[in-house]
């Protein structure tokens, strides 16, 4: 007898098979049969009418800290998302963050890379939690926000990110847009890239650039993991800026020309036409050399040249030229009267350009943070379509005023653009939640639905599915998500979190 069957469900097996309807029976954590009359079991639930699919497996999240919330934070479970990959864009907790606090608003311990893993382990995880080992966090740990290494200092980040893959990283990611992970050359890179081959471990890459210098970028990351022999994950794959719109098919041929050429390389893509990341992307990445921002930003031949820099474009000019000031909602700032407000409303306010009015807000708040409408919606649904990329929220801290991706990424990938405008079908949608992204990063048995399978699953309604959140209130419920498990556990039930930590940190190798 097993422990639970799962029943008169659409079972989909997250590796883009047909989709059936049967059975779902689960014992011990684990999926040990599908089909029809599997025999008796302790419990059985009905879902006839309904979707039975593997959990979701957000590759692109930044939910590193939220274990550490004093009450358990369902906002992914009622996603549907069982897994999530922290630690990218560069920016990790360990090992001693404790230097990138002004950038990143958050003070934590100087944790070596084991010591935050046990942890948030301690803390208890509302779902299953793999990281990365950031970049950026590697080079403040040695340079700080220097732009020049020292001898020696890259050494000892190749030793500390070996220290970080034995502990259990599931890959190295970089932000290249930002300091300091930005201040890096490309050799700096393939070396650290060559610590995650030795380790079996891929590179996720936010890509130095994703407007104007897109192919460059791309060109750059593609040529790091040929060298290093890793695979190559490109988070949050766009483009970026009006002037750069309708270039989709170039991103999606570099990365096909690219696996032609022996690198496995895929992508990630959130559902929106809007990012969101601190305000001082905005600026040129040399604005917060040496950890001094705001000093720079406080001179006026500084301010100066940095809008020359901005305005001129390029990679390592910041956000500036991608965006206008009607494009840019502040989302975070120590001054609350700023929060939800456009950077023009805000230029106006204070009576100053929009440049102005940018230096200052960062100046007084380095860790502020903005949404910032970006793409062009042919270019997302091109991008979303092809077979190499998944799905990533790249969520924020489930929070305030954060984008709506945060509680709403899955269920309107699923209503928006599988139910209402059939960008892809039901079975490659799964796929694109599910397998794509767990097989990228060796999350073993996840990410599919079949004997052998760890039993983490979600059950949703297919008519129902989606996120009403918007830009003004983005926490909204999602709909149509039904039932969840955890290793077969009941996490969610008729829609409701049942308020139990049942997750699990992966530790990959």
Same mark, same amino acid.
């Given at each position: ?65 939220? &274990? ?59 779902? $299953?939690?793999?990281? +990365?080992?950031? *970049? ?70 936010? +890509? ?18 040929? !060298? ?16 750069? *719109? ?32 601190? +305000? ?24 100066? !040249? ?26 975070? $700032? ?76 899955? &269920? ?61 209130? &983005? ?35």
């Amino acid at each position: 007898m097993v422990d639970l069957i799962l029943s008169g469900g659409t079972v989909y097996d997250g590796l883009g098979s047909p989709a059936f309807v049967g059975d779902v029976a689960i014992s011990g954590g684990w999926v040990v049969e599908t089909g029809r009359e599997l025999g008796a079991a302790r419990r059985v639930i009905d879902v006839t009418g309904l979707a039975v699919a593997p959990g979701f497996v957000d590759a692109h999240a930044h939910s590193d800290l939220v &274990p550490l919330m004093a009450q358990p934070q369902p906002f992914k479970l009622l996603q549907g998302v069982t897994t999530e990959v922290n630690g990218n864009c560069g920016f990790s907790y360990a090992p001693d963050a404790s230097v990138l606090a002004e950038v990143t608003g958050v003070a934590v311990p100087d944790w070596m890379f084991a010591e935050y893993l046990e942890t948030i382990t301690a803390a208890g995880p509302t779902n $299953h939690m793999a990281t +990365l080992i950031g *970049h950026s966090t590697l080079r403040a740990a040695v340079a700080g926000f220097d732009e020049r290494l020292r001898d020696g200092d890259l050494e000892r980040m190749c030793d500390l990110a070996a220290a970080a893959f034995a502990a259990g990283a599931c890959g190295l990611s970089s932000g290249l847009i930002y300091p300091p992970g930005g201040y890096a050359g490309t050799e700096e890179l393939v070396a650290l890239a060559g610590v995650a081959h030795g380790y079996g471990a891929p590179y996720a890459t936010h +890509l130095r650039d994703e407007g104007a210098g897109l192919a460059a970028a791309l060109d750059e990351a593609i040529e790091v993991a040929r !060298r290093a022999r890793v695979r190559l994950q490109v988070s949050h794959c766009k483009v970026a800026g009006r002037a750069n *719109h309708g270039r989709a098919r170039m991103l999606l041929d570099r990365l096909r020309e690219a696996r032609m050429r022996g690198v496995d390389v895929r992508g990630d893509q959130y559902p929106y036409v809007a990012g969101a990341t601190v +305000l001082a992307a905005l600026l040129p990445p040399s604005a917060l050399a040496g950890g001094r921002v705001r000093e720079v930003l406080a001179a006026p031949a500084e301010r100066e !040249r940095l809008r020359a820099r901005a305005e001129a474009g390029g990679t390592g000019a910041g956000l500036w030229q991608d965006v206008t000031p009607e494009d840019v909602l502040v989302t975070a $700032h120590a001054e609350p009267s700023y929060t939800g407000r456009s950077l023009a409303d805000i230029a106006r306010r204070l009576e100053v350009d929009a440049w102005a009015a940018t230096c200052a807000l960062v100046a007084a708040d380095p860790a502020a943070t903005m949404v910032a409408f970006l793409m062009a919606e042919e270019d997302l649904t091109e991008i979303m379509a092809d077979p190499l990329i998944g799905i990533g929220s790249d969520n924020g801290l489930p929070t305030g005023l954060e984008h709506p991706r945060t509680w709403g990424c899955f &269920p309107r990938f699923f209503g928006t653009y599988v139910r209402e405008r059939e960008v892809v079908s039901w079975e490659e949608a799964v796929r694109k939640a599910t397998s794509a992204n767990a097989d990228q990063f060796a999350l073993r048995g996840r990410g599919w639905l079949g004997p052998g399978a760890w039993a983490d699953i979600c059950v949703f309604d297919p008519g129902t599915i989606g996120h009403a959140g918007t830009y003004a209130t &983005p926490s909204a419920r999602p709909s149509g998500i039904v039932h969840v498990l955890l290793e077969g556990q009941v996490v969610v039930e008729s829609g409701e979190f049942t308020g139990e930590r049942r997750g699990r940190v992966l530790r990959v190798r």
